[in-house]
């Protein structure tokens, strides 16, 4: 379909898949640093103070953070119910999975404070495991997606490949996430971290980067056709860009000052959009792999045109109050407290 030949009608389904992917994009950066510190937090006895300080910077955000995956999955299902229904039924049991491990991260938030001192650590290994388990989970699924839901072990070991990369991915970023927010013996630690998870984030990112355009052969062309092979490939190579300048500058810090603690956090983030971008790339306008298209998956016009009122109005009420809340608990993480 030429954009020559697109009515309003037509330029409905394109409105609503920008919008859900923004909400994916921006709840794959929040929620994602979130889900890392999750990950991230040490369970060794000597490390309580660390693992309140790791809380506390994130507590004011980590759960509004995931509103932004309950606006997807809402205009998943309010404006491409077809695609709806085709993921969920592909993707039952892990979506059932990664919501137990997101009700055992609100839980051990809640509980670790009122339990007794001898039961905290119990639940502080429960946020952790809670927020391993939702990794996991949300990049096996994504793997189940590139890969058009098809039956076999070749869809199953890319999306243990994908499950792998995208829990690097969230702790890298939390990693970074911590480098901003604290400082001292924590901060040092979290650069640790960072170098750590950035690498395994190379690799994830480098290896489904090679494997998906061999078992898809529609993204293999659509990358490598000339000349648009001359301007897409600046997207890898910004990546890597990203990836390089962290290694070089993790080596600098702690800095005096506390300077460029923030910009480790910036280049993750470059490497979230990077590759977010690749990945629409390869399907658009594809919302199913081989499957559906998001005309063919796409509500009535009428229907469209009536949601497009409300989300006019909640998606930028949702982005105000999040830049809000960024604004008024920016600055180091202060002392844990819970109300």
């Avoid at 693992?51 to 995956?69: K, V």
């Avoid at 905290?120 to 990794?135: C, H, M």
């Avoid at 910009?263 to 993750?268: C, D, L, Q, T, Y």
């Avoid at 559906?292 to 009122?309: C, H, K, R, T």
């Amino acid at each position: 379909m030429s954009v020559e030949s697109l009515t309003f009608a037509d330029w409905l389904p394109v409105i609503f898949i920008g919008l859900m992917g923004l909400a994916v994009l921006v709840y794959a950066v929040l929620d994602g640093y979130d889900l890392g510190v999750g990950i991230l937090l040490p369970m060794d006895a000597d490390s309580e103070r660390q693992r309140d300080t790791m809380i506390a910077s994130i507590g004011p955000f980590w759960d509004a953070n995931e509103t932004w995956l309950v606006l997807a999955v809402g205009l998943l299902l309010i404006a491409f119910p077809t695609a709806h229904s085709m993921v969920l039924m592909h993707l039952y049991i892990p979506t059932a999975i990664m919501l137990i491990g997101l009700i055992m991260r609100g839980v051990a938030f809640d509980f670790r404070a009122k339990a007794a001192v001898d039961h905290k650590l119990s639940w502080d290994r429960t946020f952790k495991a809670g927020s391993l388990l939702t990794s996991l989970t949300q990049g096996y699924m994504l793997g189940q997606y590139v890969m058009g839901f098809e039956p076999g072990w070749p869809t199953q070991l890319f999306a243990a490949l994908s499950a792998i990369g995208v829990t690097a991915a969230y702790s890298y970023i939390g990693a970074a996430w911590l480098i901003m927010k604290t400082e001292g013996e924590l901060q040092r630690r979290a650069i640790r971290w960072t170098h750590s998870a950035g690498r395994a984030a190379f690799v994830g990112v480098v290896a489904v980067s090679l494997v998906n355009p061999l078992v898809n052969p529609g993204v293999f062309d659509r990358w490598f056709t000339f000349p648009l092979v001359m301007f897409v490939l600046l997207i890898p190579m910004l990546c890597f860009f990203a990836f390089a300048a962290n290694e070089v500058l993790l080596r600098r810090l702690p800095k005096v000052d506390d300077r460029h603690s923030w910009i480790p956090f910036v280049n993750v983030l470059l490497v979230f959009l990077l590759s977010f971008t690749g990945l629409a790339f390869s399907f658009y306008p594809e919302i199913v792999p081989g499957k559906l298209d998001i005309w063919q998956a796409a509500s009535a016009p009428e229907s469209l045109q009536f949601i497009l009122v409300g989300a006019v109005i909640v998606v930028p009420a949702i982005l105000a109050y999040t830049v809000f809340s960024y604004r008024v608990f920016r600055g180091k993480a202060t002392e844990l407290r819970y109300h």
